[in-house]
């Protein structure tokens, strides 16, 4: 009987710690998900304003006034 005992926490022991290692990754994969969607609202935001602003190609080249100007805004 001591030795079911043994086996059966030794065996949810390794449970907890691989449910723990799992719960880390979808966290650090949760907050990877939510920086890259700050990243692709921003340039939404970014190419929103260059095509309200009718944006011409050659203002391409000088693009910290534009951000500038799309910040401020």
């Keep these: 009987m001591e030795e079911l005992n043994f086996t059966l ?5 390794s449970i907890k710690s691989k449910n723990e290692t799992l719960y880390k ?3 650090n994969q949760q907050r990877t ?3 890259l969607k700050r990243i692709i609202e921003k340039q939404n935001v ?3 304003k260059a095509k309200e602003n ?3 190609d050659d203002e391409w080249q ?4 534009i951000l500038k100007e ?4």
């Design 9 to 13: 926490k030794s065996e949810n022991d």
């Design 25 to 27: 990754k979808t966290k």
């Design 33 to 35: 998900i939510n920086r």
């Design 46 to 48: 970014f190419l929103r």
């Design 54 to 56: 009718k944006v011409e």
């Design 62 to 65: 000088d693009l910290d006034t």
């Design 70 to 73: 799309a910040e401020e805004c």
